[in-house]
């Protein structure tokens, strides 16, 4: 069964630093996403790909943020220069059309 | 602004019993609606959905069930399993949009006991 796969599985950076988040979505899947979840909190939406752009992004996705597919297969979240508060469980999701969007396992980013 | 709450941040129950999770919504707009069920250091993983034209779903052990005057919808998990303790979250979105972002509850802790 094809599944969403996500690298690295943890992540551990120096605040300040940038850092990259990768994400390859389910191969025929058109729309492709990032939440966020911090410990013991909710998940929460980040930003939303559709046809190569951002098509919707929340409050949290500032400047710091960048989203890309360079090649047609990885989805990668950048972040710019790291802080604190970024620590968090940083999950991808992909779907095909209007149904539900399946999630890879996410990476644990841990700034210190 | 909490537009998908789930109230109750854990449920027991035991093997062999009926799970019910439940689920409230503040935003009209929604009309598709989803169960997630997450264990530890994974992604959530899809159970079950339900668009605003059907009051109920069905699939195995799993009902979705979708009061929209109420704006309330629930999870049945009949036989409850071990297998089931997980995280299960709530989640809805406007249909309408294909991008449409997902809102998510806090979850509620389902623990089986055998």
């Known amino acids: 069964e094809p599944e969403v796969t996500q690298t690295p599985s943890h992540q551990v950076t120096q605040m300040g630093q940038e850092v990259i988040l990768r994400c390859v979505p389910i191969s025929n899947h058109l729309y492709f996403y990032w939440y966020r979840q911090i410990l013991g909190q909710k998940v929460e939406f980040l930003v939303s790909f559709y046809n190569n752009e951002i098509s919707e992004k929340s409050e949290i996705f500032d400047d710091q943020f960048s989203v890309e597919r360079p090649d047609g297969s990885n989805f990668t979240l950048k972040i710019r220069s790291t802080k604190l508060e970024d620590s968090a469980m940083y999950f991808c999701?992909?779907?095909?059309?209007?149904?539900?969007?399946?999630f890879g396992p996410g990476t644990r980013l841990t700034v210190l | 602004d909490q537009q998908v709450k789930q109230n109750s941040p854990s449920l027991s129950v035991q093997e062999g019993r009926i799970s019910i999770l439940n689920c409230d919504y503040t935003n009209s707009m929604f009309d598709y609606f989803l169960w997630y069920k997450k264990y530890p250091a994974e992604g959530p993983t899809f159970l079950i959905s339900i668009s605003s034209i059907k009051d109920k779903n069905e699939d195995g052990r799993f009902t979705v069930f979708l009061n929209k005057s109420a704006k309330h919808l629930s999870l049945h998990i009949v036989p409850s399993q071990p297998g089931d303790s997980a995280v299960y979250f709530c989640a809805a979105s406007e249909l309408d949009s294909g991008n449409t972002p997902l809102v998510f509850g806090k979850g509620t802790r389902l623990s089986v006991i055998a």
């Open positions: 999701a992909s779907k095909l059309e209007r149904n539900e969007q399946f």
